[in-house]
């Protein structure tokens, strides 16, 4: 079945310490996302890409990194640099080809800072 | 840049009536995607619907319909006949037709509907 992966579900992280978020899709998608979600905020776009070996920063990049060696992949490193990093992290993938298509998202990464 | 507004935060409907979200976005573009996003307690973001902006008629999948208004700048959803499965965050989002140049996807920041039974 075609779809997105996230994993893990649930993560914590230690004061300092640096973690990554996984996202794979079969999908053949060009576009891949990534967006932190808190209360009342809505989605706020962290990182973009729109093909292998190039992204963008979204409007909340500080403390965030990204790559994207292959199609199928755009992990998602949190880093210490992040103050606030406690939050629902939510990838997404979007096709391009005819003008572009909607985005499918993945189930999502609770991350917690203990 | 675009941006997407959802100016109501929270709304309530009762079951088997109709109910309308609003959302206005700001662009220069004149080609685009407008899209409505559920997101129940799962957290699972569902697509609702999707419009083209090229197109003049307004998309409609079943019991939800969109009334899109490009002139005003405005893309409301409306719900026919809620159910109780409805209740959920909704989120409008924008994304620029893609031409090779970047095309990002843009959200508002979501009402929370709550259908009561």
């Known amino acids: 079945d075609g779809g997105i992966t996230q994993s893990p579900k649930y993560l914590f992280r230690k004061e300092g310490q640096n973690v990554t978020l996984s996202c794979e899709q079969n999908?053949?998608?060009?576009?891949m996302y990534w967006y932190r979600q808190d209360p009342g905020q809505g989605l706020r776009l962290i990182y973009y890409?729109?093909?292998?070996?190039?992204?963008q920063k979204g409007d909340i990049a500080e403390g965030y990194s990204v790559s994207r060696e292959k199609k199928e992949s755009f992990p998602l490193t949190v880093t210490s640099a992040q103050k606030n990093p406690t939050a629902f992290y939510l990838c997404?993938?979007?096709?391009?080809?005819?003008?572009?298509?909607?985005?499918?998202f993945g189930q999502g990464t609770r991350l917690t800072v203990v | 840049a675009q941006t997407v507004t959802q100016s109501q935060p929270e709304m309530s409907v009762q079951e088997a009536e109709t109910v309308t979200l609003s959302c206005t976005y700001d662009?220069?573009?004149?080609?685009?995607?407008l899209f409505w996003y559920k997101q129940p307690p799962s957290r699972q973001m569902i697509l609702v619907i999707r419009?083209?902006?090229?197109?003049?008629q307004n998309a409609t999948e079943n019991r939800f319909s969109v009334n899109f208004q490009k002139a005003a700048k405005s893309f409301s959803l409306k719900i026919s006949d809620s159910q109780l499965g409805d209740t959920a965050m909704y989120f409008c989002?924008?994304?620029?037709?893609?031409?090779?140049?970047?095309?990002?996807?843009?959200f508002g920041k979501g009402i929370t509907l709550s259908v009561r039974p």
């Open positions: 997404a993938s979007s096709g391009t080809q005819g003008g572009g298509t909607e985005a499918f």
């Open positions: 999908l053949n998608h060009d576009a």
């Open positions: 890409s729109q093909i292998v070996n190039d992204f």
């Open positions: 662009t220069s573009e004149n080609n685009y995607y």
């Open positions: 419009q083209e902006a090229y197109k003049q």
């Open positions: 989002a924008f994304m620029k037709y893609y031409t090779g140049a970047n095309s990002k996807l843009t």
